[in-house]
Structure formats: C-alpha cells, structure tokens
C-alpha cells in the first residue's frame, strides 16, 4: 500500500448521507406538512423505540467486545476478533487503556479519572445514552412542551451531530464531551422535528437517520484506529490485524 492516508468509499458515503439526511432535518423545520397525523399511540411508540436504541448504546458500552464482532460480522468482515493480550511491549500484543491499545497513537482516545484509564468516547455515549433516556421519558411520557423552541432545538441538535460525527479530531475530555454532545443532539432533532411535524412517519424516518449516524460515528472511529495502525512505526500484532481488517472491507 503506498504511504498515505488509509481511504474508505464506503465511509465517504455515509458520511454523505449522514450530512444530507441533517440537511433535511433543517428542511423540515421551514417547510413541515401541513397535515398533522393524528395518532394518541406515535408519541409512546416512538419513545419506546429510542430508548430502546439507547438502551443497546449503553449496553454496548459496557459489553465492547462482543458489541465490535456484531458490528465486524453485520460489516461482512466475519466477526473477526481484535483482542488484545495482557502483554504491553509493542513487539507482541500492547496492553489495554480503556479497551485502547496502550501506544501513544491513541492517547487522544482515553481519559484518566483518578486511578481509571477510560475511554473517551465510549463514556461520552454511556453519559449521553443516560441524559437522553431521562429526557426520552419527560418528553414522550411526560409534560415536557418544548413547542415554542422546537425550531431552536433542531438547528441546535443539528451543529451538535455534525460536530459529533468528527469527534475523532478532537482530544480526550474534548472527545468525550462531543460525544455527549453526539447523543443528546440527536435526540434534540428528533423531538424537535416531532414537535413541529407530529408525524408517525417522520419520526420514523429520523430514527432510522439516527442509527445511520451513530453507525456512521462507529465506523469514523474504525477508521480512525486503522489510519493510527497503519502510520505507526512500531511492529505490533494488533497493527496487522487492524490492516488486514482494513484491506478484507476496501479490497
């Protein structure tokens, strides 16, 4: 392979995707159907279903390993396991930091709090997983009105994703306040949109969207850790595994 930055038509795809799916969004703010669907049961449906999808974020955050090999078989990879050893010499298997290999290339992605080496941007998710599952069920099941800011919260929630997709040019807490950032702005164009729309259908559309971006964050940050492997210097097991994962996706 030549010596330059690691590329990915796939990624570039869906970070288009993602981009013009938040172009919408902001569309639907000037420009929502005028007739309103009228179901006493979308509100409850779609706040079960979001919380679903924060429920599985959470879980995800505390089971990695098993949450990546689904992600690696749904990618057509084979579920592949990248995991590493206990031993922290490059020559093998570098020790982890925050389910991170320990090598300088990743210190951007782990945060220390006391004694604890974390990762950033996994904390980041299970905080704002945690934050929008409390306002999931003030708005979909409680009193929550934010009609008269639902405009607002839409052209907010939208910087915040479109920030939150490129997390990884950011730095540790920096990183992990994005990724809070991430989870609760899509969560603020959802009920934004419900709100001005309330429409079964639209909601629909928008949760699909949201699952899109955050796997579209995931697969940002896959890349991220291949480009970091792939311009390290140092011989490592993790390193070609992490290459050869790269080259089985974008052959």
């Known amino acids: 392979m ?18 013009f799916s938040l172009f919408i969004a902001v569309m639907l703010t000037f420009n929502p159907p005028l007739r309103q669907e009228g179901h006493l049961w979308r509100k409850p449906m779609i706040g079960a279903i979001f919380g679903l999808i924060c429920l599985l974020g959470v879980a995800a955050v505390f089971f990695p390993k098993k949450s990546s090999a689904m992600l690696r078989l749904a990618s057509g990879d084979g579920g592949r396991d990248l995991s590493i050893g206990d031993r922290n010499s490059h020559g093998d298997y570098p020790a982890l930091q925050g389910h991170h290999p320990d090598c300088i290339g990743f210190s951007a992605h782990v945060i220390q709090i006391g004694d604890k080496i974390l990762c950033a941007a996994c904390t980041g998710l299970l905080l704002g997983a945690i934050m929008t599952l409390a306002g999931t069920v003030l708005y979909f099941y409680g009193d929550l009105n934010i009609a008269q800011n639902s405009s607002l919260a839409v052209f907010v929630g939208t910087v915040g994703v479109g920030l939150g ?7 540790s807490f920096l990183r992990l306040l994005l990724n809070i950032l991430f989870v609760l702005s899509s969560f603020s164009i959802l009920i934004g949109i419900d709100a001005l ?55």
């Open 165 to 171: 997709l490129f997390q990884l040019k950011f730095r």
């Open 197 to 251: 729309t309330q429409s079964l259908s639209i909601d629909l559309f928008l949760v699909v969207m949201i699952i899109f971006w955050l796997f579209t964050r995931i697969l940002l940050s896959e890349w991220d850790h291949w480009n970091i492997c792939y311009t390290c210097r140092s011989p490592c097991e993790i390193r070609e595994k992490r290459i050869g994962q790269y080259l089985r996706l974008n052959p």
């Open 2 to 19: 030549p010596q330059t930055l690691l590329r990915s038509p796939l990624l570039m795809f869906m970070i288009g995707v993602s981009y």
